[in-house]
């Protein structure tokens, strides 16, 4: 049984990690693949600044340390910015797989062109980092969103009403009005709605946390994983740092 551990990039308790695990719902996976969903310890209190970001990567980076010596096969990250991802390629050998950068590439497998749906304007750095990553800016054809302050916690539930029409209406602009033939949800924290969408919208929808569960299922089927010549291991790791200046923080944030 390989099993694949998935970093939720907030501390929550275990009935809102459940929302988180809810994802698989969504995809179809092999019965010798086994997916362990746990919250990281600190945390932005959302992806909106630079120092946001410092710490986001900071709280993935002391999450998946020991992925590898506790039997893990592969990580998973459960957020588009990517958070994490290429500090713990530096510090594991097993495949680490974030959904920013793979959402982007796999959609441009469906379609010529995409559009990113989000919640709020205040994510539109996480994507345009990405694309400018890529190269990839002038595949994507619109970011729209709905101006709605995201919940990482409790996620959509409670506001489906409200929130999934107004997503509804936001992708057909991006369809209809900027040229998108695929849609690309813009956060994991948006999963639940991507069966409304998919069922009413006339292009390919991109839920990206499902997206990674199946590529991490992928990678260690093909036995590949990340080039150590482009996240080369640290000469002189330091891996208790990492863990004592997180547990400094989580004391700070107990207080």
């Known amino acids: 049984m390989k099993r694949v551990l998935v970093i939720v990039p907030f501390p929550m308790s275990a009935e809102n990690l459940a929302q988180r695990r809810a994802q698989l719902q969504a995809v179809t996976l092999g019965p010798d693949i086994a997916f362990e969903f746990e919250p990281v310890k600190v945390a932005p209190k959302n992806y909106v600044s630079a120092s ?14 020991d992925a590898e010596r506790r039997g893990y096969d592969a990580v ?7 958070s994490g991802v290429a500090a713990l390629r530096s510090e594991l050998s097993i495949p680490v797989i974030g959904p920013g950068r793979a959402s ?19 994510w539109r750095h996480l994507y345009v980092r990405t694309l400018g990553d890529l190269g990839l800016a002038d595949k994507c054809a619109s970011i729209r969103w709905i101006d709605a ?10 506001k489906e009403e409200e929130v ?28 639940q709605a991507h069966a409304h969408l998919a069922e009413r919208l006339p292009v390919p929808v991109i839920n990206p946390g499902p997206l990674t569960y199946k590529l ?9 994983t990340h080039s ?5 291991a640290s000469p002189a790791p330091r891996g208790e ?15």
């Open 52 to 65: 946001d970001m410092t710490l986001a990567d900071f709280g993935v980076l002391e999450a998946g340390l």
């Open 76 to 82: 998973c990250i459960d957020t588009m910015s990517d």
């Open 104 to 122: 982007v590439l796999t959609a441009l497998m469906f379609g010529n062109s995409f559009s990113i749906l989000a919640m709020w304007p205040h």
């Open 149 to 158: 302050r995201p919940d990482n916690q409790n996620l959509l539930a409670g």
């Open 164 to 191: 999934f029409p107004a997503l509804e209406a936001a992708a057909r602009r991006c369809i209809d009005e900027d040229g998108a033939e695929v849609i690309l949800l813009g956060s994991t924290t948006m999963h």
């Open 216 to 224: 991490a299922e992928a990678a260690l089927g093909l036995g590949l």
């Open 228 to 232: 150590r010549k482009g996240w080369p």
């Open 241 to 255: 740092l990492v863990r004592a200046m997180v547990a400094a923080g989580q004391a700070q944030d107990s207080v």
